[in-house]
Each structure stands twice: as C-alpha cells, then as structure tokens.
C-alpha cells in the first residue's frame, strides 16, 4: 500500500506541469466477464465464465511534452470462474467470488475525429487490493459457503482497452471496452508453493466524463 501512495504522489508531481486546467474525470459502470487461466486451472466443459459488476471513477492527467495523458482510476471490480458438473446424475456447481479495489494508471492516447466521437486507446498496470474472496458450492438440497483464505491481497495485472467518447453539452458519455489479466499467480500456496492461477477479465462500461 505504501509503494501505491508513493507512486500516485510522484505521478501527480510529473503531470502538474502541464498545467490543472486540463484535468478532468468521470464516473463508470459496467460487466466484468471473468474466468481463471493458468497452468493449474482446470479446463474443460466445467469451467464457465461468471458476470460480475464494476463500478468507480476515474482522473485523466496531462503529461508535459508528452503524446499521452495519464488515466488514474479507482474501481470496484467482482471477477472468479463458476465451474459446474455432473457425476452420476447429480449436478454439481462452485462459484468463487472475488472482490477487488481496483487501481489502473494507465496511459491514454486520444485520436483526432472530425465528429463528436472521439476515440482512445488504454493500456498500462493495473493494480488490484483484495476486498473479500467467497467460495459456494451447491447440489441438489444443499448449499455451502464461506471465505477463501488462499487468495492473495494484491493483484497485480496489464489493462488493454479502448475508449469512445461521445461529446454532449456539458462533457462527454463514454463507452469502453478493456482486458484486464494477472501478471503473478492470485494463489497463496502453504509452504511457498502456489498454482498457477490468474485473474482473467473482460469489462464492458458506460459513464460520464466533465
């Protein structure tokens, strides 16, 4: 967490030179479309993807001399994998639901448009803080739940996306489209070994830039 402030700090002291008058930010919302994927994720006919929501809002700093801006967030983002089976008969289902405070600092380069749509490409780290981590497992006549305690508390990941803002009056209606996946394993292992298990995540979101 420490390492996190002092990164913002020293981001926010490169980008004041360009000046505090073209800052600007929004809000956003959307659908995490989300799996696991690693050498140690079962695959198969199980494994499905699971839907969850993403939400927050976002600054966009201009950087001096340069030919990108730089896009700081903070989003509230539900990903897992739901697997489901059968085994004589009976079915079989396991959700694991996680919770992150995401942290993307991404950079952003903005395209010309002769039109009131304006196009922009995302990409950077993405950092993601662990807020809860639930298992369910459910059969015909029972159910279970409870926390995982084998997930790690940081995430961290590479944002690709891109960005169509659509110029109103008062700002801009945005929609966007980004890949979000793990750069280490979310697994913390018993006695230094953990499987290979990555967050992988697409989002589709909606908001509002001034």
Request: charged share 20%; proline share 3%.
């Amino acid at each position: 967490m420490k390492t996190l402030i002092l990164f913002a700090a020293a981001l926010a002291a490169w980008t004041a030179p360009a000046g505090a008058a073209a800052l600007s930010g929004g809000f956003k919302t959307g659908l995490n479309i989300s799996t696991f994927v690693g050498d140690d994720v079962a695959e198969g006919d199980s494994k499905i993807s699971r839907a969850g929501l993403i939400a927050g809002g976002y600054l966009i700093f201009p950087v001096a001399r340069a030919p990108f801006k730089i896009q700081a967030e903070a989003l509230i983002s539900s990903k897992g994998a739901v697997y489901k089976w059968d085994v004589l008969g009976s079915a079989y289902e396991t959700r694991y639901k996680l919770t992150y405070l995401e942290i993307p600092v991404l950079a952003r380069f903005d395209f010309e448009s002769r039109t009131g749509a304006r196009p922009a490409f995302l990409i950077g780290p993405s950092f993601g803080i662990k807020l809860g981590a639930k298992g369910e497992s459910r059969t015909i006549g029972s159910s279970s739940s409870g926390d995982l305690e084998n997930i790690r508390g940081l995430d961290p990941g590479i944002a690709i996306g891109g960005v169509l803002d659509m110029e109103t009056s008062k700002g801009f209606i945005t929609l966007e489209g980004r890949y979000t996946r793990s750069l280490t394993t979310i697994h913390d292992g018993d006695g230094g070994s953990s499987a290979d298990i990555k967050n992988s995540v697409a989002s589709v979101m909606v908001g509002y830039r001034f």
